[in-house]
């Protein structure tokens, strides 16, 4: 489906099962200027929380998309590129098209996605917006007491 993704579920055996949620996708600018210069859109797609209860709560999870640069009849379709882990972001990844040899990139729609909690997804797993800009608090425990780090 062009502009949307579609999830499978996984099954308690490892299959999947068929999709049973669809989320389009809505592309509108990037805020990262670095996306933007690379001709970037950006969007969320919204997914169960639980797959279980596809109708239950949700998460957003942030997509961009460097759209393909050769003609419709040289289109190769999507690269959806995964940031691995653990808790990296991974929309710059959809710049990563420019970088293929002999300009092969060109015939692809690149997608990077930021993870469930990582990045501009949400909910967000930390609750300190700025932990990689440092200085960084100190972050070991002072009681058992769960908190943010403040």
């Not at 670095?34 to 970037?40: F, H, N, Q, R, T």
């Not at 998460?59 to 882990?85: D, F, I």
């Not at 997804?121 to 608090?137: A, E, I, K, M, N």
Request: proline fraction near 12%; aromatic fraction near 6%; include cysteine.
């Amino acid at each position: 489906m062009v502009g949307g993704l579609v999830a499978a579920a996984p099954t308690a055996l490892g299959s999947t099962a068929a999709p049973s949620v669809r989320s389009s996708v809505h592309w509108g600018p990037c805020s990262d200027p670095d996306l933007e210069d690379a001709g970037a859109r950006c969007g969320t797609v919204t997914a169960p929380l639980d797959y279980r209860h596809p109708h239950g709560a949700k998460v957003k999870l942030a997509v961009s998309r460097v759209r393909h640069t050769v003609p419709a009849s040289r289109y190769q379709g999507v690269m959806l590129v995964n940031p691995g882990g653990p808790g990296g972001s991974g929309l710059d990844l959809a710049t990563l098209g420019q970088f293929v040899p002999r300009g092969a990139g060109g015939a692809y729609d690149w997608i990077g996605f930021d993870p469930r909690g990582v990045g501009s997804s949400r909910p967000s797993l930390s609750c300190v917006p700025g932990y990689f800009l440092g200085p960084r608090p100190p972050y070991t425990p002072t009681s058992a007491r769960p908190s943010c780090g403040t």
